[in-house]
């Protein structure tokens, strides 16, 4: 069985964050940017994750080095009466999906909440990310939202689903 693990992102790592998070855009099932983005357009990205606020870790195999995906907690809303809600975001390399590596990340994402201070996560995902929905719901994520139709991805108009779990 593989393991994994994860520690945080130094500035050398952005390339491989920005990479996998590339990978992600063709398939219109991630994220709403529709043309990757460049490392240095990350940078001020990069440096709003402070570890003991909003960390941004990346993941490994486990003995291995080579950077598989990434976490990031990120601000809900920007107000300081949010500051205990946190978006994760969990990006995982196109060889990696499918193998376990989602739910270490947010196995380890849920665990870690309390220590800076987040009493909910959040996750946003499209309607039409079944893995990703699944993923949230295993680990007992709710639907808090619906906002129908927000996105338009090449012309197809898609749902963004928010889904939502207290965690201390």
């Known amino acids: 069985m593989t393991t994994f693990r994860h ?3 130094t500035l050398d790592d952005l390339p491989a964050i920005v990479a996998i998070y590339n990978s ?6 991630v994220t709403a940017d529709t043309e990757p983005v460049s490392v240095a357009s990350r940078l001020p990205w990069f440096h709003e994750h402070q570890p003991g606020r909003r960390p941004l870790w990346v993941l490994e ?4 080095d080579g ?3 990434w ?3 990120s601000n809900f809303y920007g107000r300081p009466a949010y500051s205990g809600t946190a978006e994760v975001s969990i990006y995982i390399d196109q060889a990696w999906r499918g193998k376990g590596v989602g739910r270490y990340a947010l196995q380890e994402a849920i665990a870690f909440a ?24 295993k680990f007992g994520f709710e ?3 619906n906002l129908p139709r927000v996105a338009n991805l090449d012309g197809v108009e898609r749902d963004l689903i928010i889904l939502g779990k207290r965690v201390a």
């Open 7 to 9: 520690r945080l992102a």
């Open 67 to 69: 950077i598989i995906g």
């Open 71 to 73: 976490i990031s907690y």
């Open 114 to 137: 309390p220590q800076v201070n987040v009493h909910t996560v959040l996750g946003f995902i499209f309607g039409h990310n079944k893995p990703s929905l699944a993923l949230f719901e």
């Open 61 to 64: 195999e486990a003995g291995r």
């Open 24 to 29: 992600t855009i063709a398939s219109r099932k």
């Open 143 to 145: 639907t808090w939202a």
